[in-house]
């Protein structure tokens, strides 16, 4: 089975068993890698970053805005 079968058929599912087959998916993929020092302390640092100023964010659109905008469409 290869993986462009698989993702035809995942999207095919109703939104929500979507979501929780992503969830389901990024927890293996995070419990069975283990990080190294270098990307752990990066993680600890942007999670910092955050909880110091927790209203300097930007919205999952304006993200894809900046990207499009910066590396086309």
């Given at each position: ?20 087959l ?8 995070v ?31 304006e993200?894809?805005?900046?990207l ?6």
């Amino acid at each position: 089975m290869d993986s462009e079968y698989v993702l035809k058929e995942a999207r095919a599912l109703p939104f929500a068993e979507q979501v929780e087959l992503c969830r389901n998916l990024w927890n293996d993929i995070v419990h069975s890698h283990e990080l190294s020092p270098g990307e752990a302390e990066v993680i600890d640092r942007r999670l910092q970053e955050h909880l110091d100023h927790p209203d300097d964010i930007v919205s999952l659109a304006e993200a894809k805005a900046r990207l499009d905008a910066k590396y086309g469409k």
